[in-house]
């Protein structure tokens, strides 16, 4: 004969099955906090090794991490400490990596503007230069990277307006 189950009875069943599922979330979520904290680990080596010049180290690392998480964030620091390391071809990449995933990242056109001033490539480095005047025009760092590219070129005027630009900008920033 079915018996109907008392209240007690079934608060008692629901308790248990809580305590069950409470259990197994907590070991994945044990797993996750744990894979969390590992990985919150790596990142804070990697930034040690590029606050600290240690830039092959640091690239050997951040490539190992890309394999694992195609991260976006790492294209900028890898094209930074390529160009440390004078291989322009890969800080070259990486750059436009994160240019083809952002195409208005003003930090992205400036790396490539920057890479290409060391290489010598004036006339491309004044390119990006002048798009992230477009896209940022308060940005006074481009006005002094145009500046010192103006001087190079012994353009004495156009050098002296950026420098006065990129001197007014930095005082209403500050």
Do not use: W
């Not at 998480?69 to 890898?78: A, G, K, Q």
Request: one cysteine or more.
């Amino acid at each position: 004969m079915y018996k109907k189950p008392t209240f007690n009875a079934l608060l008692l069943c629901g308790v248990l099955f809580f305590i069950l599922v409470s259990c197994k979330n907590k070991d994945i979520n044990s797993q996750e906090i744990s894979e969390k904290k590992a990985k919150d680990k790596r990142m804070e080596t990697i930034s040690m090794l590029y606050n600290d010049g240690k830039y092959s180290e640091f690239i050997k690392q951040t490539e190992a991490e890309l394999k694992n998480t195609e991260s976006p964030d790492f294209y900028l620091p890898l094209s930074s400490a390529y160009g440390h390391l004078n291989n322009f071809e890969k800080a070259f990449y990486y750059a436009r990596k994160e240019l083809n995933i952002n195409p208005f990242d003003y930090y992205a056109l400036l790396t490539i503007g920057d890479l290409h001033f060391l290489t010598g490539k004036l006339d491309s480095a004044e390119i990006y230069y002048n798009k992230v005047q477009e896209i940022r025009p308060t940005y006074a760092r481009v006005y002094l990277n145009l500046a010192q590219l103006y001087t190079k070129q012994n353009n004495t005027d156009k050098a002296v307006n950026q420098y006065l630009k990129a001197i007014l900008l930095f005082k209403q920033n500050n």
